[in-house]
């Protein structure tokens, strides 16, 4: 319908979609289809005929936009500027100014793509218009073969960013959420266990004393509080046969010390899994690591850094840090949210390349996105990491994730 409406032949056009059956629909119509995996696995598109594979628009393989006209799958003879918005009724073709020539594309300033979107039986795909898209720039702009290249700055891994590194809180109080002083519920436990100079709280499940050593998860829950409901969010590990673990952070439920947000917690978050691999019962070369909201980038962080933890499973957490704390209220951003060292050293986006175990991301369909760009930036560095995307909303997510997660464990622990 939409090289229709444009008068064009499939030759001239591009389907850019992130689901197989959109993909499926682009290779009916016999357009060529760059997969977007922001919701599927790149071999999942492939599979259904993707001719290209990107992580988003930002990143759009360079034969997209420069090798089409060489192969002549685009024509030249109209150079038109495609714009669109997210439904079709806000379809706008006009023809593109003088300085364009032929359209403009990803990495000129602001984001100049265009987007012809059309509604179809498979659902919402896209299609670009690339008529003319070899050599496009604007005039007097330096060509890729003409931009010089720069040196790949060094990477710096999250242990040594926080090596010496003193966090200068504005305010030190304890976590900025109420909590109730809950009694442990039956065959569970409150320990204590120590995390640098501090002595904090946590939930452990008992021990059958039956001699054996099991594997151990440390599950760091959502909120900046700990309640019971957490620990049934998470009791399916110890009725699997897991020792569960759900330690209280510094700061929160009567914890002394100071909330941190995403630093010091991330102490607590290791210190708790060398507790758990330090217990009589538990099997300390297979510990692992879970969290949920808060708790889930928790995970990652304590998944970039030294630690007893074999793999970690994130539940649908928000892991770009740097819009957090931009967007977050004061109370829950307690140091200078514009230093820039302060937002990074809490930010697991900056630190791919730091990953020390295996992680899974399990993602609702609302927080995929920003779990999708830690996914992409993890394995570009080689590191295992996969996004998983789970039915149900930020709440509802979570105790399909634990199933799933129970299996990969043991699949890990290998028992």
Known sequence: MCK????????????????????????????????LTTGFFAAELQAVGADWIALDLVHVPPEVLFDVGDRQRVGSRRPWLVQIGNQAKSLEIRRPPAKLRGCSFLGEGGGRMRWLTCIGGSGLFAILVLAGMAGCRHEGQPSAKEVPAKAAAPVEDLATSR??????????????????DEMPLPGVRQVAYASGDLKLKGWLSADPEDGK????????????????????????????????????????????GAYESF?????????????????????????????????????????????PYKAAAAYDGYVDMKTWAAHSPPLLVPYDRNDPQEVR???????????????????????????????????????????????????????????????WFRQKSGK
């Not at 444009?6 to 682009?26: F, Y």
């Not at 090596?163 to 900025?176: D, Q, S, Y």
């Open 213 to 256: 050593k099991r594997p151990g998860v440390v599950f760091l829950h959502g909120g900046f509080s700990f309640g019971s409901d957490d620990w049934k969010d998470a009791e399916p590990f110890a009725k699997a046969g897991f020792v569960l673990f759900l330690p209280m952070l510094r700061g929160e439920n009567g914890n002394p």
């Open 163 to 180: 090596k010496g590194f003193v966090t200068k809180l504005r305010i030190r109080r304890p976590a900025p959420q109420p909590y109730e």
């Open 263 to 307: 630093l010091g917690e991330v102490d607590d978050a290791i210190a708790a899994g060398r507790f758990a691999a330090s217990l009589p019962n538990v099997d300390g070369d297979n510990v692992f690591v879970a969290g949920h909201s808060v708790g889930a980038v928790l995970t990652c962080l304590a998944a970039m850094l030294p630690s």
């Open 345 to 407: 050293v809490r930010n697991p986006l900056e630190f791919a390349t730091s990953l020390r175990c295996p992680l899974r991301l399990f993602a609702s369909e609302n927080g995929r996105g920003v779990s999708a760009l830690l996914e992409a930036e993890s394995r570009k560095a080689g590191k295992e990491c996969e996004l998983i995307v789970v039915a149900g909303d930020h709440r509802a997510m979570v105790s399909p994730a634990v199933q799933q997660t129970i299996v």
């Open 4 to 35: 229709g409406t444009l008068e064009l032949t499939p030759g001239e056009c591009l389907v850019v979609e992130d689901a197989p059956n959109g993909i499926r629909a682009g290779k009916a119509a016999g357009v060529t289809c760059l997969g």
